[in-house]
């Protein structure tokens, strides 16, 4: 696609239906500071909870939002990202509890196969902890219905029970933007406020409202090997296997997470509009094409979701 195809293409792509997506936004994350006692906002530094955080701003002001931020830190995330994630909690004076995976091994709650198994699945056991240490009745996080069968299932105020767990079969009704958010002693909610958009929607936001982003999400050089159809990123936590070549090659995140399950797509797109050029194209969605968690089996996500994951 040459540039002044590319121009026409961005001309033409309306944006307006953002206004509307902001709008509910906005109102749920104003009616989770309405109806709840102590609500917090995961927040990983990455574009979801980026721009989950931008409509908090329009929602309560600039250093006004009236919920700490929380990370559930895996001790294998990003550099750039964490780093991120603390500049952006400073920039807006922002209450930040990270509560690390690390330190459930050290408690003992956490007990891994082996050395080198992906902690991101115990990060249900840290979140579950934090959530009994703060005593959090609600959890806003960043997760999209577009991204995974399993998140496609769930309800914008998806209830928890006393054992943090998730029943797909016993979800509550919600009609007219109306949310039963009635809770028994140990019960909280986990609340999605961009339930609704895609990842192109994400995408137009961040070029529109011009939101800065960990430089991972863009084009840049990183040494890969091709593994089951992905490209792994190779890292101290994630070596080359005897027999792959390593190679050297352009790259973007399209999401961003634990360095032992994420991994990064060929590009060459080096600002937010090029990304949406590129998301309008793509035929497999960020995390079929990006994460190893959840190639484990079909319904791997469901799984992890009932035992209390994001």
């Given at each position: 696609m040459?540039?002044?195809?590319?121009?026409?293409?961005?001309?033409?792509l309306?944006?307006?239906?953002?206004?509307a997506?902001e709008?509910?936004?906005?109102?749920?994350?104003r009616?989770?500071a309405?109806?709840?006692?102590?609500?917090?906002?995961?927040?990983?530094?990455?574009?979801?909870?980026?721009?989950?955080?931008?409509?908090?701003?329009k929602?309560?002001?600039?250093?006004?939002?009236?919920?700490?931020l929380?990370?559930?830190?895996t001790?294998?995330?990003?550099p750039?990202?964490?780093?991120?994630?603390?500049?952006?909690?400073?920039?807006?004076?922002a209450d930040?509890?990270v509560r690390s995976?690390?330190?459930?091994?050290?408690?003992?709650?956490?007990r891994l196969?082996h050395?080198g198994e992906?902690?991101?699945?115990?990060q249900?056991?840290?979140?579950?902890?934090a959530?009994?240490?703060f005593?959090?009745?609600a959890?806003?996080?960043?997760?999209?219905?577009?991204?995974?069968?399993?998140?496609?299932k769930?309800?914008?105020?998806?209830?928890?029970d006393s054992?943090g767990?998730w029943?797909?079969?016993?979800q509550r009704?919600e009609?007219?933007t109306?949310?039963?958010?009635?809770?028994?002693?140990?019960?909280?909610?986990r609340?999605f406020?961009i339930?609704?958009?895609t990842?192109?929607?994400?995408?137009?936001?961040?070029?529109r409202e011009?939101?800065?982003?960990?430089?991972?999400?863009?084009?840049h050089q990183r040494d890969?090997v091709e593994?089951?159809?992905?490209?792994?990123p190779?890292?101290?936590?994630t070596?080359?296997?005897e027999g792959e070549?390593?190679?050297?090659?352009t790259?973007?995140?399209?999401?961003?997470?634990d360095?032992?399950?994420?991994c990064?797509?060929?590009?060459?797109?080096?600002?937010a509009?090029?990304i949406?050029?590129e998301?309008?194209?793509?035929?497999?969605?960020?995390?079929?094409?990006t994460r190893?968690d959840d190639k484990?089996?079909?319904?791997s996500?469901?799984?992890?979701k009932?035992?209390?994951?994001?």
């Amino acid at each position: 696609m040459n540039a002044r195809v590319e121009t026409d293409v961005l001309n033409h792509l309306s944006n307006q239906h953002l206004d509307a997506l902001e709008e509910e936004t906005i109102f749920i994350l104003r009616e989770v500071a309405a109806a709840f006692e102590r609500p917090a906002l995961l927040f990983s530094g990455g574009k979801d909870s980026l721009v989950m955080l931008k409509c908090a701003e329009k929602a309560f002001g600039a250093g006004r939002i009236p919920y700490p931020l929380l990370m559930i830190d895996t001790g294998h995330n990003f550099p750039e990202v964490t780093d991120f994630r603390d500049l952006r909690a400073k920039e807006l004076g922002a209450d930040l509890i990270v509560r690390s995976v690390e330190d459930s091994m050290a408690r003992g709650t956490v007990r891994l196969a082996h050395p080198g198994e992906s902690r991101n699945v115990h990060q249900s056991v840290t979140l579950l902890e934090a959530i009994e240490e703060f005593r959090f009745d609600a959890l806003i996080g960043g997760a999209r219905r577009d991204e995974e069968k399993a998140r496609a299932k769930e309800r914008i105020f998806s209830h928890r029970d006393s054992f943090g767990q998730w029943q797909p079969k016993a979800q509550r009704p919600e009609l007219w933007t109306l949310f039963n958010t009635r809770l028994a002693p140990g019960e909280h909610f986990r609340v999605f406020p961009i339930s609704n958009w895609t990842e192109l929607d994400v995408w137009q936001y961040i070029a529109r409202e011009n939101i800065a982003l960990p430089s991972l999400y863009y084009a840049h050089q990183r040494d890969v090997v091709e593994r089951k159809g992905l490209l792994v990123p190779v890292t101290p936590l994630t070596p080359a296997r005897e027999g792959e070549t390593i190679e050297n090659r352009t790259v973007r995140f399209r999401t961003v997470g634990d360095i032992t399950c994420t991994c990064p797509v060929s590009s060459d797109a080096a600002s937010a509009d090029d990304i949406v050029l590129e998301t309008l194209a793509a035929d497999v969605s960020e995390r079929g094409a990006t994460r190893m968690d959840d190639k484990t089996s079909d319904a791997s996500m469901e799984k992890r979701k009932k035992d209390g994951y994001f």
